[in-house]
């Protein structure tokens, strides 16, 4: 049975006058592998852990060559790691969408997984071909379709492309996003350079999945075969971050800031008054780190209060809580503390945004502030010690001053590194503890 817990970092003293608090809360889950192992019923099959599994791949004419076929090699890669007794099934997308498997004439629109439709998935895979054009809104209405058939809580997309969404109006993307949001979670994979980052981002993130870059086509494989193993452990599905917060304050945000940088503000539900839920999709056994930030009534020195109650809630059950609290104070020794874990996420929240803001201006052909934008960067990267960002910056411009963040833009960069440096813009590092 998985159990979470639930830490609270901050600095709750604050100076004469302030009203903003702000904390970190780290989330822990253990034992969801053994819940992912348990299994549940569906009308399709037993479904292990109470999982379904789509992989949408993209069939339309831009894949024809080594980019399809690594393409069908992934999703035959993704099959062999889908368990027994998982639900599943097959997409290909151009400018309409075709379940491959189960074939288009079967009972069923999802089947569990046994050695016999493994091998059938398999050749039905083999016979996709390339053409057409791209919209992508139609991949993601059959998937829903598809998973509105199976009652299993952790409902899962795979989807792959290799061009931008060109076949329908980008409202239609946008539409369709909206209707499936909550349905089921989706992580985005673009292969090559002639995607569009932003287009996959805004479906991953509305949908609690990641958006990454596959360069070569020879490592789609690998990846699928990840996303599929990470998918089956999350044995714990509809998880809720609540936050309650004291009459006449205000939530001013709620991000996750790891592993990733993903802004939970806007998707809050009303569970009564002074309680708000943030969806963060299913969980295996992991840590997740939320910056909390509310906004209350300032009050006298020496006052103490409740800021914030932050919830973990599994359906209607709390399974971890932590409290966000306030003291004011006239010592300067301990308001101008800063929480280290504060610091640090803050840091690599402003440091996504310098990086997307930066390749946008860069783009636009503003150089001046691309320039701006990409220097603080690279300061941020240093301070916050992002490596990785650090290095993938440095193919982009030229670092005259680390911490001062000056910088030169470089000329003729590729577009690969640029669009790895925007997708890899929101892992994060976590916070060095003792």
């Known amino acids: 049975m998985a159990e979470f817990s639930a830490e609270v970092f901050q600095n709750e003293f604050l100076s004469d006058g302030a009203t903003d608090v702000h904390a970190v809360v780290s989330v822990t889950c253990t034992g969801a592998g053994a819940g992912a192992a348990a299994g549940t019923a569906g009308p399709a099959g037993p ?33 062999d790691q889908i368990p027994d007794g998982t639900l599943f099934a097959i997409v290909g997308g151009s400018h309409v969408a075709t379940r491959i498997f189960p074939y288009p004439n ?76 909550g349905r089921f979670q989706c992580d985005a994979r673009g292969v090559g350079d002639r995607w569009v980052v932003e287009e996959l981002r805004k479906i991953s993130t509305a949908l609690l999945g990641t958006v990454d870059l596959i360069a070569r086509p020879e490592d789609i494989a690998e990846d699928f075969a990840a996303l599929v193993r990470k998918s089956v452990s999350r044995g714990v599905a509809a ?11 205000q939530v001013l945000f709620v991000r996750q800031v790891a592993p990733e940088v993903d802004d939970l ?29 509310v906004r209350v009534p300032a009050k006298p020195v020496g006052s103490e209060q409740l800021a914030a109650r932050v919830q973990v809630a599994v359906g209607d059950e709390v399974a971890a809580s932590g409290l966000v609290k306030a003291k004011w104070s006239d010592d300067s020794t301990l308001t101008a503390r800063i929480s280290p874990e504060v610091a640090h996420y803050t840091g690599q929240a402003e440091l996504a945004s310098a990086i997307q803001e930066g390749l946008a201006a860069k783009a636009a052909g503003d150089e001046a502030t691309a320039t701006v934008k990409l220097g603080r960067a690279v300061q941020l990267a240093a301070e ?32 690969l590194d640029e669009m790895a440096l925007d997708t890899a813009s929101t892992k994060t590092t976590r916070v060095r503890r003792a």
């Open 47 to 79: 479904a292990a852990g109470g999982v379904a599994e789509i992989v949408a791949v993209d069939t339309s004419g831009s894949m024809q060559g080594r980019n399809m076929e690594a393409a069908k090699h992934a999703a035959a890669v993704a099959v």
């Open 106 to 181: 079967a009972r069923v629109p999802m089947v569990a997984m046994e050695p016999g439709a493994r091998a059938e998935a398999k050749r039905a895979i083999g016979t996709m071909s390339a053409s057409g054009g791209t919209a992508i809104s139609t991949w993601l209405r059959l998937a829903d379709e598809l998973f509105a058939t199976v009652q299993v809580p952790n409902k899962h997309l795979i989807l792959l492309t290799d061009g931008k969404n060109e076949s329908e109006p980008s409202a239609h993307l946008d539409q369709m996003i909206a209707n499936v949001t």
């Open 239 to 249: 998880v809720d971050l609540r936050v309650w917060a004291p009459q006449g304050s």
């Open 265 to 293: 503000t806007s998707r809050r539900t009303e569970v009564n008054p002074l309680t708000g839920a943030y969806p963060t999709g299913a969980w295996a056994d992991e840590t997740r780190e939320y910056h909390v930030a």
């Open 384 to 415: 916050t010690g992002n490596d990785e960002a650090t290095s993938r910056l440095r193919k982009i411009v030229d670092v005259e001053n680390e911490e001062e963040g000056t910088v030169r833009l470089k000329r003729n960069t590729a577009k």
